[in-house]
């Protein structure tokens, strides 16, 4: 099975910060990566698939890199609404999500 | 409009079982892969399941044996049967759309229907 490491677990940060959340898979994965956005109480919302590739209606504040193991989601310019917790999966072989990292409010 | 709408939860004792629901609109349930994501209260994401466009299935080792994914085209409507419920099933289950293309990901869900299972 993959695993799927996420770091920080959580971070504070401030309106306007720019923010990068790591992701590392136990092998390669490719580019087999998204990155999903979820809210209290929400279903979680496709930020970045495969990778690199911004989902429709995502604002270009988010983005995606990596290949192989090593992936990042990093955030511009943080937002008010972007306070949120964070999950990477891979999608290599079946499916597999990271444990998460809460963003708040620093 | 893409739309999901989960149903089917509830309480259930240990050993018990639940047909849960998950009704397409905007979209055909057999046109995408179609998958079953849960949450446990306070924790992250887990798959759960999967169908294909083709029919073919696959489980979660945690799950495996005990629960069945399905779908009947004619209700645009996805299954999943739990069965042989136990403590640690308990959860919030969502559906999931797969989105047509590179890397699978899931790119519409539903509002997710819970799952308690205590006796």
């Known amino acids: 099975d993959i695993q799927m490491t996420q770091s920080p677990s959580s971070l504070s940060a401030s309106v306007g910060d720019r923010v990068t959340i790591t992701c590392r898979a136990s092998q390669s994965i490719i580019n087999y990566l998204n990155w999903y956005q979820q809210k209290p109480g929400k279903a979680p919302k496709l930020l970045i698939y495969a990778a690199s590739s911004l989902q429709s209606g995502v604002s270009s504040r988010f983005s995606g890199s990596g290949s192989g193991t090593d992936f990042t989601l990093t955030i511009s310019s943080l937002q008010p609404e972007d306070f949120a917790t964070y999950y990477c999966?891979?999608?290599?072989?079946?499916?597999?999500f990271g444990p998460g990292t809460k963003v708040d409010i620093k | 409009e893409v739309q999901l709408v989960e149903s089917g939860g509830g309480l259930v004792q240990p050993g018990g079982s639940l047909r849960l629901s998950c009704a397409a609109s905007?979209?055909?349930?057999?046109?995408?892969?179609m998958s079953w994501v849960r949450q446990a209260p306070g924790k992250g994401l887990e798959w759960v399941s999967i169908?294909?466009?083709?029919?073919?299935?696959f489980y979660a080792a945690s799950v495996k044996g005990r629960f069945t994914i399905s779908r009947d085209n004619s209700k645009n409507t996805l299954y999943l049967q739990v069965s042989s419920l136990r403590a640690e099933d308990t959860g919030l289950y969502y559906c999931a759309r797969g989105k047509v293309g590179v890397a699978d990901p899931f790119d519409y869900w539903g509002q997710g229907t819970l799952v308690t299972v205590s006796s």
């Open positions: 169908i294909y466009t083709a029919g073919s299935t």
């Open positions: 905007g979209f055909s349930v057999s046109n995408n892969y």
């Open positions: 999966q891979q999608s290599y072989n079946m499916f597999t």
